[in-house]
Nanobody, 122 residues
Framework: QVQLVESGGGLVQAGGSLRLSCAASGTIFSIDNMGWYRQAQGKQRELVAGINSGGSTTYADSVKGRFTISRDNAKKTVYLQMNSLKPEDTAVYYC????????????????WGQGTQVTVSS
């Protein structure tokens, strides 16, 4: 059983910062891509930032220069540092990870966290 547990969301004023964390636990052999998505009310879920096992990153244009994704492989944790937050960043943020459960299973499967609310007031 694999779980992703997020933390760090909350209410912040525009211009402020938050740091989200997502820790994977359970039977894990390796983790490939990890990422953060968000879903604002009435909108589709969108990719915010992603990071692969080698540390290469990708960002949505709307967050470039403000958000930074990182990972600690030893802790099986991915982070999202969010600076200069704007009201339009308000959403539920979900982490995602592609996880291989055992050496004998060659496949990676996607797992999702439960989501954490980020609210930015103007």
């Amino acid at each position: 059983q694999v779980q992703l547990v997020e933390s760090g969301g909350g209410l912040v004023q525009a211009g402020g910062s938050l740091r989200l964390s997502c820790a994977a636990s359970g039977t894990i052999f390796s983790i490939d891509n990890m990422g953060w998505y968000r879903q604002a009310q009435g909108k589709q879920r969108e990719l915010v930032a992603g990071i692969n096992s080698g540390g290469s990153t990708t960002y949505a244009d709307s967050v470039k220069g403000r958000f930074t994704i990182s990972r600690d492989n030893a802790k099986k944790t991915v982070y999202l540092q969010m600076n200069s937050l704007k009201p339009e960043d308000t959403a539920v943020y979900y982490c995602n990870a592609e996880i291989r459960g055992s050496y004998f299973s060659g496949n990676y499967f996607p797992y999702w966290g439960q989501g954490t609310q980020v609210t930015v007031s103007s």
